[in-house]
């Protein structure tokens, strides 16, 4: 059974760092690309983040780019989203979910993390 | 950038009813869109991809069809189970990078 678990959520500062982590076990994870995707309160999911299953080609959303870097490391079955220069805006819950094998949608998600940035 | 645009945003319909969900890309998406049903605190769940194809374990009551720029989700007979909100969900990799794009999204709800 696929199982993804988000952990480092919390309450940050504006301008504060971040760092999410998410385990994932019952699948190859060297195979498959994972993703950050996130959902501000009220409203509908944005896509954040992807990386290859290899770790060598990341992608960005506009709103990540240059503040936000997404990295894995294989041998632990973990994916990561470093979180820089946090805004309000930022404020959402963060899920990581696995792309599936078309590598077009997202077939497992795990529950999600809240991140508030808040003074 | 793809925009995805969901109507109607709110539908009642009736337990036993067919709803139909409509998702329109601002730019041809070929068949790279799927659809999610997310419940309250809950991660969204797959539940059509390739824009027709099933998830596994979705029920044969839900079904989706279309392509380039117009996409239906239709549920044949609603169970109580099945009210929720549902989102479209875009892939463009034209011109690079890959992008992911998400619909506003539908809240299906009792009549």
């Known amino acids: 059974e696929v199982q993804l678990l988000e952990s480092g959520g919390g309450l940050v500062q504006p301008g504060g760092s971040l760092r999410l982590s998410c385990a994932a076990s019952?699948?190859?994870?060297?195979?498959?690309?994972m993703t950050w995707v996130r959902q501000a309160p009220g409203k509908g999911p944005e896509w954040v983040s992807a990386?290859?299953?290899?770790?060598?080609?990341?992608y960005y959303a506009d709103s990540a780019k240059g503040r936000f870097t997404i990295s894995r490391d294989n041998s632990k079955n973990a994916l990561y989203l470093q979180m820089n220069g946090l805004r309000a805006e930022d404020t959402a819950v963060y899920y990581c979910?696995?792309?599936?094998?078309?590598?077009?949608?997202?077939?497992?998600w795990g529950p999600g993390t809240l991140v508030t940035v808040s003074s | 950038e793809i925009v995805l645009t969901q109507s109607p945003a709110t539908l009642s319909v009736s337990p036993g009813e067919r709803a139909t969900l409509s998702c329109r890309a601002s730019?041809?998406?070929?068949?790279?869109l799927g659809w999610y049903q997310q419940k309250p605190g809950q991660a969204p769940r797959l539940l059509i991809y390739?824009?027709?194809t099933r998830a596994t374990g979705i029920p044969a009551r839900f079904s989706g069809s279309g392509s380039e720029t117009e996409f239906t989700l239709t549920i044949s007979s609603l169970q109580s189970e099945d009210f929720a909100v549902y989102y479209c969900?875009?892939?463009?990799?034209?011109?690079?990078?890959?992008?992911?794009?998400f619909g506003q999204g539908t809240r299906l709800e009792i009549k």
């Open positions: 969900q875009s892939y463009d990799n034209w011109p690079q990078p890959p992008m992911y794009t």
């Open positions: 990386v290859s299953g290899s770790g060598d080609a990341t």
């Open positions: 730019q041809s998406v070929s068949t790279n």
């Open positions: 390739g824009a027709s």
């Open positions: 019952g699948f190859t994870f060297i195979n498959y690309a």
């Open positions: 979910a696995k792309e599936s094998s078309n590598a077009r949608t997202f077939d497992h």
